[in-house]
């Protein structure tokens, strides 16, 4: 493909409480999208462990550190493929705290790292009483692209998504494991706004439809690319599938150009 354009896929998975076969699974979509020429695979929020109640003691049993059993395992393999993976999230381990964490990883090694900043609270999910808060933005060059990397209740937080694009995102990831009743409601309604307001492309990796091993929450899937127009470039149901579509550099120039809209706000003074 030409500079500034990739080939992105998302591995919409299905993710639940045995680490091992979530991993296994990851290893087998990513190979798939590779096999069918993918440059950028993205995984979705908890891709390695999902349970079925999140509590601290659930997930400070399966936290790891950046170079632990589930990061080097995406580090082979975008090494054996040479392709580029946002590796979704894990819990990681630092200290005594534990961060949401996404990864993004290219055969050089781990390029950028995401901690999740806005913590979700819904029903019975309080991520406070779990995680701590990241504090800051992250972008990574990867695939001849400039991506932002955000995490599922992120993307209610307009100012979170104008900061990366300010920083010169041309496409943002959002890792998520968001919740068949909100999804329902909001999930692409979010999505094509960010885009929109911004004018880059979004990306989106969601948890399948299904709940946690031994039940638990369900997840809306409909994992989506969607263009700086705020076209829907490419959208999954609700199942574990694979979704693919071309993020082109050029096409967040010729939408800015168009409607001189982020421009404006970046001139804007309040």
């Not at 055969?107 to 779990?130: C, D, M, W």
């Not at 695939?143 to 920083?167: H, I, Q, S, W």
């Not at 929450?217 to 829907?232: F, L, M, N, Q, T």
């Amino acid at each position: 493909m030409a500079v500034g354009e990739a080939a992105v896929w998302i591995a919409q998975m299905a993710s639940g409480e045995e680490k091992r076969k979530n991993l296994s699974k990851a290893r087998r979509m990513i190979g798939e999208a590779a096999d069918a020429g993918a440059e950028l695979v993205l995984l979705p929020e908890f891709f390695n462990f999902l349970p079925a109640k999140m509590t601290r003691e659930a997930y400070a049993g399966q936290a790891e550190g950046t170079g632990g059993e589930t990061l080097s395992m995406v580090l082979e393999i975008a090494r054996k493929r040479g392709v580029s993976i946002i590796a979704g999230s894990i819990a990681e381990r630092d200290g005594d705290r534990i961060y949401n964490t996404c990864c993004a990883v290219t055969p050089e090694g781990i390029v950028a790292r995401y901690r999740k900043t806005h913590l979700f609270s819904y029903g019975v999910i309080n991520e406070a009483q779990i995680f701590s808060p990241g504090t800051g933005t992250a972008i990574a060059e990867v695939a001849g692209l400039r991506v932002g990397m955000t995490t599922c209740f992120d993307l209610r937080f307009p100012e979170l998504y104008r900061k990366v694009a300010m920083e010169g995102a041309q496409a943002i990831a959002n890792v998520a494991a968001f919740l068949l009743e909100t999804g329902r409601a909001h999930w692409m309604t979010l999505l094509r706004a960010r885009a929109i307001e911004n004018q880059v492309y979004v990306v989106a990796a969601n948890q399948a439809s299904g709940e946690g091993e031994g039940g638990g929450a369900k997840y809306y899937g409909h994992s989506c690319i969607i263009d700086p127009w705020g076209r829907v470039v490419a959208s999954a149901g609700a199942e574990e599938c694979l979704v693919s579509g071309t993020v082109n550099a050029a096409r967040v120039d010729q939408v800015r150009h168009r409607l001189n809209c982020f421009e404006a706000a970046k001139a804007a003074r309040f």
